[in-house]
């Protein structure tokens, strides 16, 4: 195997980034986004806390860090976008082009959760002018849910929102990733952290702090179902847009002389740091209004506002929040169309506009189903609920896990112990001996417990 392992270095033909700094960048902008702020509380809240949150601690930790290293090794390693890359890599080392496959089922994932990620997105575009306009101050919950609802109720609303985010995210795509994202995220990064923690001084002095400390952090192990730990490990690989060949995208461009662990290590806890903290605001405000955890996907939606109409200069503290929202999910929706478009473009020798605008237009059609699954498809319902509910389930926690899995596994058993650590550690010291380790048993075998878990498996052995 390791005879015919290529030692010559290859280049990326989408350019490279400016800097290391440039990199982690990128990529903490495409980590931080709507599911740091707008998915983990809500699901934390559905799935009550605690174990729950737990358990996807352990995840980001022992399963989504590792991957995330695979990916970017991969990445950098084949310089191409990750169908071609995986099917380069596995000939190389482990003599299957079928790989590829791998990277086929990673751009289908990104071009389906930016589907209806974009119609959320839509949302917190559409509050920075309610924010804006002072609609919530003083507003109780029950004003703040007819808003929501206003906004969701309306097919032309929310449809013309998801237009907008769209064309916004392939004007970007189309332009070259390196160019807007880096400034953009220099600066929207800090500041949004900076209104977080604004807000969780409000949340400490108005909330139920101690409530929400309860909720997210005491223990209770025996409550976690199965359902929750799937639902845990699919946001871990989620939040870190690991799993789908976003981070590989980016890895190929990354110059040759940059530590990959060191970057992972600072994005994931960045990424970890952002959730936990929108939880620590959102839950005291829940608990203080005698709001419901598990109201769903509107949660942040119908308790944010309730902040902001009490704060003093509440209407400037609500808009630049939805403002920082919306530039976080463009940042992690111009990465769930790189892999795409890269893909297209070396494939069918397409231009990067007509590969971004042809791409850009089916999301935005596939969209629809997402943006009108609050109104007028509201009631049609199957598996998991609506079409939205659906899209989500089986790309965030089922492909992304699956895919992480099978990331995981190639480099940690296909690609020759040569070949990753000339990428991570080409002296292997314990970190690289640590990783090896997480991506050969903990990873992998951890996924495959959930889905068996699921499948009802583990009961049926006496295992769980
Ligand atoms: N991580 C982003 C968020 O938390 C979403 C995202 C961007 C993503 N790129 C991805 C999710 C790739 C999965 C795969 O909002």
Not at 129 to 149: E, T
Request: charged share 10%.
């Amino acid at each position: 195997m390791a005879a015919n392992v290529s030692t010559e270095r290859r280049v990326s033909l989408h350019g490279e980034w400016s800097s290391r700094f440039a990199f982690i960048l990128a990529v903490t902008g495409s980590a931080v986004g709507l599911g740091n702020v707008w998915k983990f509380p809500y699901i934390a809240g559905e799935n009550g806390g605690g174990a729950f949150v737990l358990f996807y601690l352990f995840c980001v930790f022992l399963i989504g860090l590792p991957i995330m290293v695979a990916e970017i090794s991969i990445g950098r390693r084949g310089r191409r976008n990750p169908v071609a890359t995986m099917a380069l890599l596995g000939s190389e080392e482990g003599g299957s082009e079928q790989w590829r496959y791998i990277g086929l089922l990673g751009v289908l994932a990104g071009v389906l959760i930016l589907s209806f990620y974009s119609v959320v997105a839509g949302w917190a575009a559409a509050y920075i002018f309610k924010a804006g306009s002072n609609v919530f101050a003083g507003a109780d919950a029950a004003a703040v849910d007819a808003q929501f609802d206003a906004l969701t109720g309306s097919p032309l609303v929310n449809a013309m929102w998801h237009t907008l985010f769209m064309g916004m995210t392939v004007i970007v795509v189309a332009n070259g990733v390196e160019r807007g994202l880096e400034k953009a995220v220099r600066i929207l990064m800090p500041a949004l952290l900076a209104l977080l923690l604004v807000l969780l001084g409000y949340s400490m002095v108005a909330g139920n702090f101690a409530a929400a400390l309860e909720f997210m952090f005491a223990p209770r192990l025996g409550e976690l179902t199965a359902d929750a730990a799937l639902i845990a490990l699919g946001h871990a690989c989620f939040t870190l847009s690991v799993g789908m060949g976003a981070v590989m995208a980016y890895g190929a461009y990354l110059p040759d002389e940059h530590s990959i662990g060191k970057t992972s290590c600072a994005i994931v806890f960045a990424d970890t740091i952002i959730a936990l903290l929108a939880g620590l605001v959102i839950f005291p405000i829940v608990f203080a209004n005698g709001l419901d955890p598990a109201i769903g996907p509107g949660l942040i939606f119908q308790t944010l506002p309730l902040a902001f109409g009490q704060l003093p200069g509440g209407a400037v503290v609500g808009t630049a929040f939805f403002v920082l929202l919306t530039f976080a999910a463009w940042t992690s929706a111009i990465s769930l169309m790189e892999p795409g478009v890269a893909w297209l473009i070396e494939s069918f020798q397409l231009s990067r506009r007509v590969a971004a605008w042809s791409l850009g237009l089916a999301i935005w059609l596939l969209g629809f189903l997402s943006a009108f699954s609050t109104n007028v498809l509201s009631n049609l319902k199957f598996w998991r609920g609506t079409f939205f509910d659906n899209l989500d389930h089986l790309t965030t926690n089922i492909m992304l896990p699956l895919g992480g899995m099978a990331i995981v596994f190639f480099a940690g058993w296909i690609m020759s112990r040569n070949s990753t650590s000339d990428e991570i550690d080409p002296d292997a010291g314990p970190s690289y001996r640590a990783w090896r380790f997480l991506a050969r048993y903990v990873a992998p075998i951890a996924v495959l417990l959930v889905f068996l878990d699921v499948i009802g498996l583990l009961d049926a052995w006496g295992l769980a």
